[in-house]
């Protein structure tokens, strides 16, 4: 990312992740690590300047987090600066409604709120 900080306050202030460590790696790169509420993955954010300004491509892939009400979340993200830019929605078969937000730098973040309602296969 340009900015760490932006980008940092963003998934904490935003998507609700907890910033969980920060350093700088041997070649000079500020590296930030977040993981989500009740899950012990975590999510490496880089910062390195010298690699000159980072342009997000226009397919690139997104990161998906799961939510329990998406329509309250949608509400929430939308009073902090960031709605929906697609969405909420239904997905295709399962139930599931999903939405996406627009993130700094054009990053996108993906929004899922499972069917708890849909029958184990």
Request: glycine content about 10%; overall charge negative; proline content about 7%.
């Amino acid at each position: 990312v340009d900015d760490l900080e932006k980008m940092a306050k963003f998934l904490t202030g935003v998507l609700g992740l907890k910033e969980i460590s920060r350093h700088t790696s041997g070649r000079g790169s500020t590296l930030a690590f977040f993981k989500a509420p009740e899950s012990e993955a975590t999510i490496e954010i880089c910062h390195y300047p010298p690699s000159g300004p980072v342009k997000v491509q226009p397919d690139l892939t997104h990161i998906a987090f799961e939510v329990d009400d998406i329509e309250a979340f949608a509400k929430e993200t939308a009073a902090k600066g960031y709605p929906f830019s697609d969405g909420p929605s239904g997905s295709s078969g399962s139930g599931s409604r999903i939405g996406f937000i627009d993130g700094p730098e054009g990053y996108e973040f993906e929004l899922i709120q499972k069917n708890r309602n849909a029958s184990p296969k």
